[in-house]
Every structure is written in C-alpha cells, then in structure tokens.
T-cell receptor, first 114, second 113 residues
C-alpha cells in the first residue's frame, strides 16, 4: 500500500490560465474522489469515479472544472480560465468501491491563483 | 439535506488532560459517521468510523467516539492527549451510497505543555 499520491503538491498560476492536477489512487481501489478544501473549512465534495465511469459530477463548481479517469487508474482534475476564487487545496481520495469502504486521502494540491 | 456541525473552532487542552470534540449531524436515516485528523502537510487520516452495531467505537491513536442517535451526536474522546495530537479534526457523515462525505468545518486542537 503506497498510499494516494497527488502531483503537483503546490501550483501557483495567474488568473485566466488553465491548470491540471493528477491523482494516483491506491492500486486496487476502484473508486476515486475529488474534494476541494478552502481555509478554515472542511472538504467539499466535487466528483467521483467508479473505475473509469464518472458517476457524479453535478457538484463540480462550474463548467470550468472537469475531471477524467481514462483507464480507471489515475485521474486528472482540470480547471480552465482560473479565477482567484479557485485558490484552495484540492484533495483526492480513493476507496475499494463498496459503500462502506474507507476513503483514503492524498496530501492534496495547493492552488494559488494570482 | 445532510449537514455536520462542529461547534468548536479551536480547543486548547493541557498535555495529559482528557479531550472531547463535539460533532452533531443532520440526516434522516441512520448515518455513516467518521472522524478524520489532518496535520499540517499531511493528508486526512481516518481515526474511526461508525456504520452500525456498538455505539462506542474504538479508533487509532487511543481515540474513541460514541454515537448517540437521540442527540444526533458523534463526539470524539481521548482520555489523555499527547503533544503529537495537535492537529485539525474533522467529523463527516456519508449518504446511503457513501460516495459523498459531508464534512464539518473542523476543530483545531491546541496542546498546552
């Protein structure tokens, strides 16, 4: 069990630029989740995948946000035309895939939009 | 809609003293309940979880939590805190399908030497 990894750990970008974050889940995990965490708040659910299928995306914050998991392994979260309000920690988690399985979290990617 | 309230933003406890962190939830059915800990630079780590059965749940690092349906609470306790327990603690509730964790705003635990 090597844990959930995220890359990069930190990203600084200028307003209007596009950014992409990567998440590598624990290898045998079927479910992969994306959350956003702003300062002083708990994580906020964005989307999740069961293998390569994105089963919930209505909580993505706007149409500037999109996520993929093309082969059911790693996932990417892209934010287009970034805004200062997008500055936050973006967390990825994975689980085995049944309803009672624990979600294991990565260390997060901290995004700063200037 | 489901929600989680952690009434205390910060709690300061002396090392060696007991600890109780409060969590109240709003959910119509029997919830799945979780406590996670987040240390600076670290990912969220699960301390314990409740799905069903015994309402007193034991977790890692000497933590326990008690589910009280009548009070809609799931408070976290530890009999004696250590300086290494200083961190932020989050309570979360899951929906029926457990794909979406709903989180409280967190309680920051400060340990006095």
């Amino acid at each position: 069990d090597t844990g959930v990894s995220q890359d990069p750990r930190h990203k600084i970008t200028k307003r209007g630029q596009n950014v992409t974050f990567r998440c590598d889940p624990i290898s045998e995990h079927n479910r992969l989740y994306w959350y956003r965490q702003t300062l002083g708040q708990g994580p906020e659910f964005l989307t999740y995948f069961q293998n390569e299928a994105q089963l919930e995306k209505s909580r993505l914050l706007s149409d500037r946000f999109s996520a993929e998991r093309p082969k059911g392994s790693f996932s990417t979260l892209e934010i287009q035309r970034t805004e200062q309000g997008d500055s936050a920690m973006y967390l990825c988690a994975s689980s085995r895939g049944t309803n009672t399985d624990t979600q294991y979290f990565g260390p997060g990617t901290r995004l700063t939009v200037l | 809609a489901q929600s989680v309230t952690q009434p205390d933003i910060h709690i300061t406890v002396s090392e060696g003293a007991s600890l109780e962190l409060r969590c109240n939830y709003s959910y119509g059915a029997t919830p799945y309940l979780f406590w996670y800990v987040q240390s600076p630079g670290q990912g969220l780590q699960l301390l314990l979880k409740y799905f069903s059965g015994d309402t007193l749940v034991q977790g890692i690092k000497g933590f326990e939590a008690e589910f009280k349906r009548s009070q809609s609470s799931f408070n976290l306790r530890k009999p004696s805190v250590h300086w290494s327990d200083a961190a932020e603690y989050f309570c979360a509730v899951a929906t029926d399908s457990n794909y979406q964790l709903i989180w409280g705003a967190g309680t920051k635990l400060i340990i006095k030497p």
